[in-house]
């Protein structure tokens, strides 16, 4: 089961899990979006090897009721990754308390709701959960303090969930820098300079942020992470962390 699961990382994510042969249930906001990417999928892969639904992560009753689904439908979850929220881009003098409010609901109850409701089933199947999250947990950065505030919170509960789950469910994260996505190509739109080329503004970009590996990471680099954590071959992990930032982390 992936969230955020019709674009960008949570795409390549049930890609490479279909392409494993495992059946997928993924969920997303955008409605249009999601049943089209997933009749793609359907083609390619097989109708029974797909099931979706549209609704906002936030929305409790939604993601219970697709959790009961799932089980009627595939009777098991081997694994959960939780996979929602952008960052917002604020300094603490622009976050408004509304804007705290809201950008610690999304980050924490986008972690909290489908864990709670997946939970039993993973107990079953000795399964595990892989939470995407942000290098801002450990790497805080002054143009996104309320985001940055709000990664290392849902960092500590999902080390406080690695214990009390333990020995059934196993709880790890991977850690994003910058990988490109939609807002990436979003800012690029919006870019001063309009001849230079997406490649090009991306290289700039890595330069700009100090980035050692010299480019920003893909989408299929990120999910190759979760495929591992939440593998067989990563049986004897919880509680950690994969950093996916080219080298950006400075915490050793």
Request: glycine residues 8%; proline residues 2%; aromatic residues 8%.
């Given at each position: ?44 892969f097989?109708?029974?090897?797909v ?10 009753i ?5 959790a ?21 881009v604020?300094?603490f ?41 942000s ?12 985001t940055s ?11 406080s969930?690695s214990?009390e ?12 820098g ?5 807002q ?32 920003l ?7 190759a ?15 950690a ?12």
């Amino acid at each position: 089961m992936v969230t955020g699961g019709s674009s960008g990382i949570g795409l390549a994510t049930v890609r490479m899990l279909l392409t494993s042969g495992a059946n997928v249930a993924f969920c997303a906001r955008n409605k249009e979006r999601l049943y089209s990417v997933a009749n793609e999928l359907k083609q390619e892969f097989g109708t029974n090897k797909v099931f979706v639904s549209a609704f906002d992560i936030l929305d409790e009753i939604a993601v219970t009721d697709f959790a009961e689904n799932i089980k009627t439908k595939y009777g098991r979850v081997d694994l959960l990754v939780t996979n929602a929220g952008q960052g917002r881009v604020s300094t603490f003098e622009s976050t408004t308390n509304g804007d705290w409010r809201e950008e610690f609901d999304l980050k924490l109850f986008s972690q909290i709701y489908p864990i709670r409701a997946f939970q039993l089933m993973l107990e079953k199947a000795k399964g595990s959960i892989v939470a995407v999250n942000s290098l801002l947990a450990y790497q805080p950065e002054p143009h996104m303090v309320c985001t940055s505030a709000a990664r290392a919170s849902v960092q500590s509960l999902l080390k406080s969930l690695s214990i009390e789950f333990a020995p059934n469910v196993r709880v790890n994260s991977i850690l994003l820098g910058l990988i490109i996505s939609g807002q990436w190509k979003r800012r690029f739109e919006s870019r001063e300079d309009r001849a230079i080329t997406f490649e090009a503004w991306l290289k700039k970009l890595a330069q700009e942020k100090n980035i050692p590996l010299q480019r920003l990471g893909n989408p299929d680099e990120a999910a190759a992470a979760i495929l591992f954590l939440g593998s067989s071959s990563a049986g004897y992990i919880t509680g950690a962390q994969i950093d996916i930032s080219g080298g950006l982390s400075k915490t050793i």
